[in-house]
């Protein structure tokens, strides 16, 4: 079959490289796609939000699938756009509705939703400009430290953790009042604090049945030791050490199953990821947030973790015979590494050229922030390269990783040297 998948970054890169070992994919195309997905895809110059174009590209290229990498084209509605268009509507999409990826694109929807059908998570309330003196007040009856959360998408960066009350409250009119964040903090949930260690379930849904796929940990911070600013992720850790089978069976009854439930009773057409951001206290699994697609650099740990065939399993979620599908996991531990540029996740150049890629053995290399340019690869964002290594355990996986990104360079480059530390 053909296949267009929507994206340009590491996940996408991860999921194109699991995608081309099926004997299903017969072509893939990749919209917009970097640097690794144009070596093993074609790369179309297409934007995953510019649903007209493309309405047109898959009509032409007789696409057979649509797989959504990225949450902005699912909270813009693309799988709405393909169902309620008759010459599309033939065609999956992997990918919630409009409606599904709310839980995304709205942190409150997502809250609510959790209230709803009983899944585990902070206390919270919500505000607006108009009421910013009462998110002020409600912020005094919580102890510190403070959570703010932007209620629309902010690219990974709509979330302050504050320790002061006074810093809390301006940050919060600043949000609100001066918008820091544009529309995305027209509206602000303020949570309670939650103190424990965090780790991501991946579920991927018909909308019916679910499969757990492997777990992961992701590094947030720019900073060795979890310090500075927040970025997309600076690496990955699967499978998690601390999530053993008592805890997973929690996971699975308080949290899994009533979400996918809840899709059903809320009537939710949601076919695709379901990503739960988890945090452990007290050996309780609560729900921090919800994302409508894999993670990253989460994916990248977690796709190459699968042994099953990744387009008969989107087959099988198109067709809502996921039930039937028999997931089988590599049990080795893969950990994964973000090379980033200088400065990020503040002001970065792009355009630096990266050499010495092709001498990298026993480590996948998944680009995130490339481009070619004069037949070179160049930087082209704030994260760069992912280095995916398997060991027997995640510390000789993760050293792998490490011995193969000192036999790549480009100018002002920047890695975590601790990832997996905590554990």
């Known amino acids: 079959m053909t296949i267009l998948l929507l994206g340009s970054g590491g996940r996408e890169h991860a999921f194109a490289w699991k995608m081309t070992q099926s004997a299903l994919c017969e072509k893939l195309f990749v ?33 057979d699938m649509v797989v959504v990498g990225p949450e902005d084209p699912l909270v813009k509605g693309v799988y709405d756009y393909f169902k309620n268009d008759e010459s599309l509507q033939h065609i999956p999409v992997i990918g919630p509705s409009k409606l599904g990826a709310t839980l995304e694109g709205s942190k409150e929807f997502a809250k609510e939703f959790m209230m709803r059908h009983n899944v585990p ?13 009462n998110g002020c ?21 709509g979330v302050l953790i504050i320790q002061d009350l006074e810093e809390a409250k301006t940050e919060l009119r600043n949000m609100l009042v001066n918008q820091k964040f544009g529309e995305a903090s027209a509206k602000v949930v303020i949570e309670e604090f939650l103190d424990g260690i965090e780790l991501s379930c991946f579920v991927l849904t018909d909308g019916k049945s679910y499969k757990i796929l492997p777990m992961a ?7 060795e030791g979890d310090t500075g600013l927040n970025t997309g992720g600076m690496g990955a850790v699967s499978p998690v050490p601390f999530a053993d089978a008592e805890f997973m069976e929690k996971i699975e009854t308080r949290i899994v199953k009533p979400t996918i439930d809840g899709f059903v009773k809320d009537g939710i057409d949601y076919k695709g990821f379901v990503f739960i951001g988890l945090i452990k206290v007290n050996n309780e699994p609560l729900v921090i947030e919800y994302n409508v697609r894999m993670g990253d650099p989460e994916t990248e740990v977690v796709i190459p973790r699968l042994e099953s065939d990744l387009v008969a399993l989107f087959q099988a979620v198109a067709k809502q015979e996921l039930d039937q599908f028999e997931l089988k996991i590599d049990p080795r531990s893969a950990t994964t590494v973000m090379v980033v540029s200088g400065g ?3 002001d970065y150049e792009k355009g630096k050229v ?16 490339t481009t070619l340019k ?22 000789a996986a993760v050293q792998q990783s490490y011995a ?14 601790d990832i997996g530390n905590d554990l």
């Open 121 to 133: 998570t902070a206390a919270y309330d919500s505000f607006t400009a108009e009421t910013v003196e």
């Open 31 to 63: 919209a917009p796609g970097n640097a690794g997905t144009a070596a093993i895809a074609q790369n179309v110059n297409i934007s995953p939000t510019d649903f007209e174009a493309l309405k047109t590209f898959v009509l032409q290229e007789k696409v």
């Open 137 to 157: 007040a409600f912020l005094e009856t919580l102890q510190p430290p403070y959570v703010l959360k932007a209620d629309g998408l902010a690219a990974g960066k």
């Open 404 to 417: 193969n990104i000192s036999k790549f360079e480009f100018e002002k480059m920047y890695f975590r040297r």
């Open 374 to 395: 004069d037949n070179q690869v160049v930087t082209n964002g704030g994260r760069v390269i992912a280095v995916t290594s398997f060991g027997n355990d995640f510390k």
């Open 217 to 223: 940990k992701d590094y947030k911070r720019i900073g």
């Open 344 to 346: 990020y996740p503040e």
């Open 354 to 369: 990266i050499s010495g890629l092709e001498t990298i053995s026993e480590s996948i290399v998944f680009h995130a922030g």
